[in-house]
């Protein structure tokens, strides 16, 4: 992962746009995995690199910026998810697998948004990750701000979960 | 890793976002434009009105003050202006027509 060092002064934004460019798909992948809403996951994924932006000056030098920024991006995640005002829509959206707009639709990955849908949110959190990105165990239980053992249970059984229901649709 | 792992990992990559996105990017950095010019504007009101406060507090002790120094200063202010040309002429520094030499 790229380390990344401000001046203390000031921080030039063309900087940060290149942070942006190089880190946006691997943060829009997992928010879009953790959410279930591609919408919703990009507005999360904007509004955390606005907070990233106002925390640069604590991010230590030789910090894994991606892993910083996922957790960032899923507290925001976890944020509107349980708010009243989102959740209750959002979850009942996810849980439908409605078509998603601007997104591809083959009968693969409707299966496994189908069987991503059924997970609890951390596992989805986890798998996505662990599986679906090249975060290891310890950098994703850092960035959930979960225990290694119980993002391992996380991950193990949300891939077989997966797996499980994957075979009985593909 | 496991073909089962493989698997999950090629039907995942079904849906990644391009690696580059100009348009999400661009829209990124104009919210942090927005931001950062709402908090500048925030900053310039909160100063012009610490500063307005703050003479409306110290102008009634600081403009008498001021009035009575510069009734003191403006003889020596013109004693020493006076000099000052006087020794630019002589020294030759200064043209007649009060322009420096150079």
Known sequence: MTPVAF????????????????HQQALRAF????????ALADDLAQDTFLTAWDRLDRLAPEANVRAWLCGIGYNKALTALRSARRSRA????????????????????????RAMASLPVEQRAAVA???AADFSHAEAATILALPLGTL?????????????????KI | MSDSDDRLKALFALDLPPA???????EVMAA??????????????????????????????????????????????????????LLGWTTGVLKPDLSLRT
């Open chain 1, 31 to 38: 928010l879009r995995r953790t959410c279930g809403d591609w």
């Open chain 2, 32 to 85: 942090l434009a927005c931001r950062r010019f709402r908090q500048d504007m925030a900053a310039v009101t909160l100063w012009s009105l610490a500063g307005a406060l703050a003479l409306a507090l110290l102008g009634p002790v600081v403009v008498p003050a001021l009035q009575a120094m510069a009734t003191g200063l403006a003889p020596v202010a013109l004693e020493i202006g006076a000099t000052m040309l």
């Open chain 1, 129 to 131: 990750l662990c599986l």
């Open chain 1, 152 to 168: 391992k249970s996380h991950v193990t059984r949300g891939r077989a979960r997966l797996l499980q229901i994957l075979e009985d």
């Open chain 1, 90 to 113: 959002r979850e009942a959206a996810y849980q439908e697998v409605a078509p998603m707009a601007g997104a591809p639709a083959p009968e693969d990955r409707l299966a496994l948004e």
């Open chain 2, 20 to 26: 580059q996105d100009g348009f999400f990017s661009t």
């Open chain 1, 7 to 22: 001046d203390d002064g000031r921080r030039p934004p063309q900087d940060f746009a290149g942070l942006v460019e190089r």
